[in-house]
């Protein structure tokens, strides 16, 4: 499909130099991303740091994790650069800033262009929570960086980061998660009196319909530099194929970044399209039910702050 990219949710050392390689070679990645709970699986969990870490030992911990992050994200930058010299819509490789910055808009725009300085690669995004004071430090660093606007849930959220960047100088992307709305809506289903029928039609819809819905208001303003990213597309039921929001997104002008399971059944044993409810009878028919979309949002992007948060703590208290 054209303007169709597929990007992987994935970074670790060892990786980079195997699977990462092939991926690209292959054609079947155009880009990749990060966050902090990323980075600490990879670094507190992976052989592949050891040496690099008893060999800057006497740092501190966040300077411990930001060269071995650095270091990785330029590899794959440079890895990735071909691509961009090609399609400047592809190739990139993204960053996010340290998560407690959250609330502190100089504090964000300072760090976001340290890391984009130290970095020094024209592929590299500065991936930047779309909370209020993040929607302010993106309209600041949009002429200077591109920007990966993360933590997206809502159609609000998402038309407001686009008009946030609609100035930037750079290609940017708006990362709208996806599996967590249907994750929340599970939960609120297994209690609702329903039938095991409307249970059956009603769960994992929400999250891609409500991607859909992002992606339109993302759309509407006709931003060619903008564009939306489908994340957190692991299926998290086990009764879903692996690529089921790749599937249901598969759509022009947007990209889809996806763990490598999802990537692996799209490229190899790939299950069809599933059928999408249309966004506003199925918000309607949800909030008749009892199910408070508005709440949802707001709960999942503080637990998403929360987790990011929470990683990024683990990860430093490793490194001390």
């Known amino acids: 499909m054209k303007d169709f990219y597929l990007w992987c949710d994935f970074i670790e050392r060892d990786f980079l130099e195997g699977e990462f390689r092939t991926l ?14 990323l980075f600490a699986q990879a670094i507190t969990r992976s052989q592949a740091y050891k040496e690099a870490i008893n060999a800057l030992k006497g740092d501190t911990p966040k300077v411990l ?10 590899r794959a930058a440079d890895l990735l650069l071909p691509l961009h010299k090609k399609n400047k819509a592809t190739g990139y490789i993204s960053l996010e800033i340290d998560p407690f910055l959250e609330g502190d ?20 995004m500065i991936k930047i929570p779309a909370t209020p004071s993040g929607l302010e430090a993106m309209a600041h660093l949009s002429a200077h ?29 708006i990362s709208v998660f996806v599996s967590r709305l249907d994750v929340a809506l599970d939960r609120f289903l297994a209690q609702a009196p329903i039938t095991t029928t409307q249970r059956t039609q009603l769960a994992h819809q929400l999250g891609a319909a409500n991607a859909l819905e ?8 006709n931003l060619p530099h903008l564009y939306p990213l489908f994340a957190s597309t692991g299926v998290k039921d086990p009764t879903l194929p692996k690529d089921y929001y790749i599937q249901a997104l598969k759509i022009p ?10 990537l692996h059944a799209y490229h190899h044993a790939p299950s069809s399209a599933p059928k999408i409810l249309e966004f506003a009878p199925l918000k309607a ?24 948060q929470e990683s990024f703590k683990t990860l430093l208290s490793s490194l001390e």
């Not at 994790?65 to 330029?74: C, G, H, N, T, W």
């Not at 808009?105 to 590299?124: D, F, G, I, T, Y």
């Not at 992002?214 to 303003?221: A, G, P, R, S």
């Not at 002008?253 to 999802?262: D, K, Q, R």
């Open 253 to 262: 002008h947007s990209i889809n970044t996806a763990p490598l399971e999802a």
């Open 24 to 37: 690209i070679q292959g054609g079947q990645i155009a880009g990749a991303t990060s966050n902090p709970a």
């Open 65 to 74: 994790y930001e060269a071995l992050a650095i270091e990785d994200i330029q």
């Open 145 to 173: 960086m591109p920007i990966n606007a993360t933590l997206v849930f809502s159609p609000t959220q998402a038309k407001e980061c686009a008009l946030a960047l609609k100035n930037a100088q750079h290609m940017g992307v």
């Open 285 to 308: 028919q949800l909030e008749s039910l009892g199910f408070d979309l508005n709440q949802t949002y707001a709960e999942l992007l503080n637990a998403g702050l929360a987790s990011f």
């Open 214 to 221: 992002c992606y339109q208001h993302i759309q509407n303003l």
């Open 105 to 124: 808009v100089s504090a964000c725009v300072q760090e976001a262009k340290r890391l984009h300085q130290a970095l020094a690669r024209p592929n590299v």
